[in-house]
């Protein structure tokens, strides 16, 4: 027999710990999906100055999207923390063994390049601002006329997009009381499944706002400037079938990873192999299988096979389908690693 | 500078709970909260059972993931008595800490910063031993310098057989539990 009284009974440590509820996983994997974005945004900007077509790369038109997804991120965050008014002291310091002190700095730098990036298309996306404010439309000149100025900022976009989607798993991956957590795969993971909800989104918005001119309205041009491809005709179908093709490439990945990050945890210690079977036969495994791997991951991977080998049409459901798998994928992580817990030696 | 630490006698202590109630009145600790609380662990089958109870609190770690998980330093180590404080006008609340520390010694508190046990430092600066410490009516439990070679603590940790709680969590607990 081993058995352990305590009369202990803190709120949201006992009987487990629960502090972190939607919030985190939501800011998670907005942050994931903006890391997606920008990665996603960067190459396009190479491509594009390699001479690709201009039209084929919706991926440019989402700093803003981007911009617009990272502050609903940063208001979950903000509704998660218990003692609000003091948010401001993250930037009195740098923690250095700290990833949230690392994140809220990277944020500053994010915020910055997505809007810089954002210049690149602002006068032609959303002319209702360039009217109104003439510098944006110098400025988007000026940038343009730089290569080497668009070169960086791509390569800017690339860096800190796989910097933010590696932290949103290194930020749980160092909390050394949680089992489930303590694998560096954790990092990967959280990035190739930001990038595939990156593809997903900006896939989806390309199905459901056809390329056409831009609105000149004030709010449908600030809509349409976060999505909308420009250009009187809808973008070459090459458009969506390479990012359905980078989807597909990323799914596969994220599949990959999480076979290791199992096998990570059922070969290390016992905490961590009981860790693992929360999420593999437990109280997670319907959310982990169902939702993560069968209706996130391989469900999608077949359908869009398929779109490729031109058996079915493009629909919006694999893309659909890829952000309720890239959110249960957090949501599972989160909350099973909170229930995972050290075992006391005499326990095995 | 000294590192204070603690000795627990568990062949001594009923888990009367005096420590909890002693720490909740110094420190007003809110209801429905506690720094301290006690542990029974009971452990074997019949007719041979070994129970041992345990006054648990914050193991004022000498590597402390909660320090270092936190972004604003908010949890930082004090340099009298290497002892880990929060102060509060830096907590913002992320909690990070709360998942960090494997001995659940830190929660909300209802004010909204993470609060724990601080090894009632402010006692200690006055001399006096820790709330929890000078009300045991069993006498088990002793506070100390472990640096300091002569101290009673570190007395007891040469003559008797010990243990600390998670010591594989790599944390390096200062709260030792006598057996």
């Not at chain 1, 352990?4 to 919030?23: G, Q």
């Not at chain 1, 077949?302 to 959110?327: C, E, K």
């Not at chain 2, 074997?44 to 000498?62: A, K, Q, V, W, Y």
Request: hydrophobic letters at 45%; charged letters at 15%; proline letters at 7%.
């Amino acid at each position: 027999m081993f058995e352990i009284i305590s009369t202990r009974d803190n709120p949201l440590i006992d009987p487990r710990l629960a502090v972190w509820s939607w919030e985190i996983p939501v800011y998670l994997f907005l942050g994931g999906i903006v890391a997606g974005m920008m990665v996603l945004g960067g190459v396009a900007m190479l491509r594009m100055l390699r001479g690709d077509d201009t039209r084929s790369f919706h991926s440019v038109h989402t700093p803003l999207a981007g911009f617009a997804l990272i502050n609903i991120g940063m208001i979950a965050l903000l509704l998660d923390l218990s003692h609000k008014l003091y948010v401001w002291r993250v930037y009195t310091t740098f923690q250095v063994a700290s990833p949230m002190s690392w994140g809220s700095w990277v944020l500053l730098l994010v915020y910055g390049v997505l809007l810089l990036s954002a210049l690149y298309r602002l006068p032609e996306s959303w002319p209702w601002l360039a009217r109104r404010v003439p510098l944006l439309a110098r400025l988007s000149d000026a940038l343009l006329a730089r290569r080497g100025l668009v070169r960086a900022l791509a390569w800017a976009n690339v860096a800190l997009g796989v910097a933010v989607g590696i932290y949103t798993g290194i930020l749980l991956n160092t909390m050394v009381a949680r089992p489930l957590w303590n694998s560096a795969i954790m990092g990967p993971l959280f990035l190739v499944s930001g990038l595939s909800a990156g593809a997903a989104a900006v896939h989806l918005t390309t199905l459901v706002f056809p390329g056409r001119p831009a609105p000149h309205g004030m709010l449908g041009g600030a809509l349409a400037a976060m999505w909308q491809p420009l250009g009187p005709e809808p973008p070459p179908k090459a458009t969506a079938d390479g990012l359905v093709r980078a989807d597909i490439a990323f799914l596969a990945v994220e599949l990959i990873l999480i076979g290791l990050l199992l096998a990570n945890l059922y070969t290390s210690s016992a905490s961590q192999a009981a860790a693992a079977t929360l999420i593999t036969s437990g109280p997670y495994a319907l959310a982990f299988w169902g939702v993560v791997v069968a209706a996130g991951i391989l469900l999608p991977l077949l359908l869009q096979g398929l779109q490729l080998s031109h058996r079915i049409p493009h629909t919006v459901i694999p893309a659909l389908l890829v952000l309720v798998g890239g959110f249960a994928l957090r949501w599972v992580m989160v909350q099973a690693g909170q229930a995972s817990v050290l075992l006391q030696a005499a326990a095995n | 500078m000294p590192r204070f630490g603690m000795v627990i006698d568990t062949r001594k202590c009923v888990g009367c709970m005096d420590c909890v109630v002693a720490c909740k009145t110094e420190n007003d600790v809110p209801d429905g909260y506690c720094r301290d609380w006690i542990v029974s662990e009971l452990r074997g089958g019949f007719p041979t059972l070994t129970l041992e109870i345990r006054s648990e609190r914050c193991n004022h770690c000498d590597n402390p993931p909660c320090v270092s998980c936190c972004p604003t330093g908010a949890s930082h180590v004090e340099d009298f008595g290497r002892t880990v404080q929060v102060t509060a006008n830096k907590c913002i609340g992320c909690k990070a800490c709360i998942t960090a520390c494997p001995y659940g010694a830190r929660y909300v508190h209802p004010e909204g910063y993470v609060d724990k046990c601080t090894f009632c430092m402010h006692r200690v600066k006055e001399g006096l031993d820790p709330a929890c410490v000078s009300v045991c009516p069993t006498h088990c439990m002793y506070f100390g310098d472990l640096d300091d070679p002569g101290s009673r603590v570190n007395e007891l940790l040469r003559t008797r057989r010990w243990h600390t709680l998670l010591p594989e969590a790599g944390t390096r607990p200062r709260i030792y539990y006598l057996t």
